[in-house]
């Protein structure tokens, strides 16, 4: 024991003395990620706002009395025949063009569809390649269809009311449902990247430059070894993606919009125990595999293009869990996928002890094989001195 706390030791030295090592790998990516997801949900909220307060430009051809008062109040209304204003919708000079038949009212009046007679048509020109065309024209669209819709209503659907509450679900559910979706696969790369900037370095990096040659001749039993250093880049990746989460959450609610009332807040005290436990169980799956991919690494640029394939698995296993809607216990026995699903429940706050026990026991289990093998890969002439 005294010897893995040396080694664990010496590994925080190395890192911690190396002032730009642990600001790259801790502080840097927390700092980042809120400076991104911040700067996103600005440039969002702004481009939201621009189109609120844009109006767009329209030519409305034989205009009935029945639309005017919507189309002058939604669109700027322009001068000119239709022709004029299909040649400046292509130039981008104007948003749409409108056409409706002569006397539009009476004929909507008088039209049967048992006559067999086509409905009355309205004309609508627009240019899909130029964004302010295409939203104007799903803005008139919508006004059309909804006046047809009312001019053979026969029956409501959830009349607007201010006593009744037709969706069940509150402002914290839907808070929690979001999450749900974006967290765990953003939660998993992040670690995941903390792991993979400490742990070839580690390994691969005094393969490279021979000095892990030093440490492996002298008395101190290999496996000891292995697990020092496992145990001290567990702590440090486990720094680093807390760092990075703490950046999320607090550039979430810019990220989304803060008048979404969406907050992190929504999480109690154990559910963010929980998410501890499982983030934790994940760090050390994920360090014990990169750390075995550099042990067999002969330098931190191989290391690099090996864990590639880890990478898209860790990925895929939190974009996949955002379609899994019945949670078997069968499917928490899978590495990292259980992870992600673990932590898409616990947000969502239909996590059960079963699923946490499980989880946790089968990544630590599994984590444990892999630091087996690691310490075999230690015990090998060849894979650490690349003969």
Not at 156 to 172: G, H, K, L, T
Not at 220 to 249: E, H, T
Request: charge should be negative.
């Amino acid at each position: 024991m005294k010897t893995v706390l040396t080694i664990i030791k010496k590994e925080f030295t190395r890192f911690f003395k190396d002032t730009r090592l642990w600001l790259t790998a801790i502080v840097l990516p927390g700092l980042l990620i809120f400076a991104l997801y911040s700067a996103m949900g600005s440039i969002i909220q702004s481009v939201q706002e621009r189109e609120q307060n844009y109006t767009p430009t329209a030519v409305v051809v034989n205009l009935p009395d029945s639309f005017a008062p919507v189309f002058s109040q939604m669109f700027e209304l322009k001068e000119g025949d239709a022709e004029d204003g299909k040649q400046s919708v292509k130039e981008g000079e104007l948003d749409i063009v409108m056409v409706f038949p002569r006397d539009f009212d009476a004929l909507i009046s008088s039209y049967s569809p048992a006559s067999g007679q086509p409905a009355p048509n309205v004309e609508i020109y627009y240019n899909s390649s130029e964004e302010k065309s295409l939203t104007a024209f799903g803005s008139a669209q919508s006004i059309l269809t909804a006046f047809e819709d009312a001019a053979a209503n026969m029956f409501d659907i959830n009349r607007p009311s201010e006593d009744v509450a037709y969706d069940f679900a509150s402002a914290q559910d839907t808070s929690r449902m979001i999450l749900s979706m974006i967290v765990p696969m953003v939660l998993l790369m992040l670690l995941f990247s903390g792991c993979m900037a400490v742990a070839p370095e580690s390994i691969a990096g005094e393969k490279e430059r021979g000095t892990i040659a030093t440490l492996l001749v002298t008395p101190v039993k290999r496996g000891y070894v292995a697990v020092g250093k496992i145990a001290a880049l567990s702590v440090i990746a486990l720094l680093s993606g807390l760092s990075s989460c703490l950046g999320m959450v607090f550039s979430l609610p810019k990220l989304v919009g803060e008048a979404s009332g969406l907050t992190i807040s929504i999480l109690t005290a154990g559910d963010y125990a929980a998410l501890f436990g499982v983030v934790l169980s994940t760090v050390l799956v994920l360090v014990a595999i990169i750390a075995i991919i550099s042990a067999y690494s002969k330098s931190v640029k191989e290391a690099g293009g090996l864990v590639v394939p880890v990478m898209l698995l860790t990925m895929l296993c939190g974009v996949f869990s955002m379609f899994v809607t019945s949670k078997n216990i069968g499917l928490f026995f899978i590495p990292l996928f259980n992870s992600a699903l673990l932590i898409s429940a616990i947000i969502s706050g239909a996590v059960s002890w079963a699923y946490f026990l499980v989880t946790v026991c089968v990544n630590l289990a599994f984590a444990a094989i892999l630091v087996f093998v690691l310490t075999k890969m230690f015990g090998s002439e060849r894979i650490m001195f690349n003969r």
